[in-house]
């Protein structure tokens, strides 16, 4: 279940943030719209997986992240938005789509290394219930 929890974050955190940067490119532009791409991706995609693994019938145990997990995803979201908008400045492709897909999948990385942050048990070093 573990890769299936990462597949789930990451992929729906790179279409929400291509579709942020779609829908608000023409109103917000580099950072911020980075920022606003990145934020909106991390929650969704959070919220996208406890609904997905609460209908693949994981328990309520295994199924929901954590509030807190997701406030610190949001607030990791800001590195991963500032990310995005270096590579996409370095790289020379200016487009809102781009930049928001990048921000939305940098943003969700660091969603699933909290993820799997918070699942490891240390004394083992293996997850406990993911």
Known sequence: MTSANLLIVILVGAVVGAL?????GGALTGFYLAVV???LATVIAG???NEIMKRAGAGPDDSKIPNLVLIY?????LGGSSLADEVVR??????AVWLGMLAGL???I???MLLITYYMNPETGRPWKM
């Open 90 to 95: 370095i790289s020379g492709l200016d487009s």
């Open 106 to 108: 940098f943003s969700c």
């Open 47 to 49: 919220v996208a997986r």
């Open 20 to 24: 942020v940067g779609l829908a608000l």
């Open 73 to 77: 995803s949001a607030v990791a979201s």
């Open 37 to 39: 791409a990145g934020f």
């Open 110 to 112: 660091l969603l699933a």
